[in-house]
């Protein structure tokens, strides 16, 4: 299993350059069942992360751009009368595939969003009536814009939440800035990557994750970051007990990527910003200063040893 997660690392850093951490972050959200939302200017990789992510994978995948007019049937499918046959049949729509990339999401109207999200949450479709479930492993990589970006429509705070992580790629260094320029077409490197994991293996990756130990340490310290956020003294939104579970799923995931099994504080502290910052500060809803600050504080505030 290490082998194979490292294989998996080395693949998306050989396109994805010097960024080890959001790669790390991004795999762990995965490996936990958790949705992605990567958001950045335009132009930081976002996409290309996302589809190299996909491609590791080896799982069914479609990409769809969402624009102002995209519409929820175009996401989820419809029904369409068929006079050979006399009857309505189903066209199904990218959500029927096992990695959906959802590409510039906050440029589509909140119905259309709302129509990903719920399909998100609850693993299936329904669609004149009739309900469909969605195929298993399922994830959702959506990129978004800054919010100052003209033609983008905020996600509500209770959409926002359907994500387990929000990360950031953030500019590169010099060096790896250098490694770019020099590096063939980045289109045709995304081309040539093929699946590192098959669906089975895939799985048997998450039921390791999922075998992870937790002693309750670490579960009074989750608990003590989360109840943190509730005080009347702190100026950000809550943390949700679905908030906390995230965090859980999502710092096992971080330790067993690290070859532990068993989750120590610094896993909890490693992922803390990427799940709980746009849930802190959903209001503004873009990655800045202030969700940044809010986490900051927490982690400092709340004492790993009598975190309640």
């Not at 989820?76 to 999401?105: M, R, T, W, Y």
């Not at 939440?161 to 950031?168: C, E, L, N, P, W």
């Not at 060096?175 to 590192?196: C, T, W």
Request: hydrophobic share 40%.
């Amino acid at each position: 299993m290490e082998t194979l997660v490292a294989k998996v690392l080395t693949q998306i850093g050989a396109v994805v350059m010097g960024k080890p951490h959001q790669i790390k972050l991004a795999l762990s959200c995965l490996l936990a069942k958790g949705h992605i939302l990567i958001e950045d200017l335009p132009g930081m990789g976002k996409t290309t992360l996302a589809q190299v992510l996909s491609k590791t994978l080896g799982l069914s995948y479609q990409r769809t751009q969402f624009t102002s007019d995209l519409m929820p049937s175009d996401v989820i499918g419809i029904s369409i009368f068929e006079q050979a046959s006399n009857q309505f049949v189903l066209h199904k729509g990218p959500i029927f595939n096992q990695v959906v990339l959802a590409d510039e999401i906050n440029r589509a109207s909140p119905k259309t969003q709302s129509a990903l999200l719920e399909a998100m949450e609850e693993h299936q479709v329904s669609i004149d009536g009739i309900t469909h479930p969605l195929p298993l492993p399922f994830f959702v990589i959506a990129t978004q814009n800054p919010l100052f970006h003209s033609g983008t429509n905020p996600l509500p705070e209770s959409q926002l939440d359907r994500f387990m992580m929000r990360i950031s790629i953030g500019f590169p260094s010099v060096q790896a800035e250098r490694e770019i320029l020099l590096a063939q077409e980045l289109h045709q490197k995304v081309e040539n990557i093929g699946p590192i994991l098959s669906g089975e293996q895939l799985k048997s990756l998450q039921e390791a994750v999922e075998n992870v130990s937790v002693n309750e340490q670490i579960i009074d310290y989750i608990i003590g970051l989360c109840r943190y956020s509730r005080r009347d003294v702190f100026n950000g939104n809550p943390l949700s007990p679905r908030a906390g579970k995230s965090l859980l799923k999502a710092a096992k995931a971080w330790a067993f990527i690290d070859n532990r099994d068993y989750v120590s504080p610094d896993d909890v502290q490693a992922v803390f910003p990427s799940v709980c910052e746009h849930r802190l500060d959903a209001g503004i809803n873009t990655i800045d200063q202030v969700s940044d600050v809010l986490s900051k504080t927490i982690l400092e505030r709340v004492d790993v040893l009598n975190p309640l």
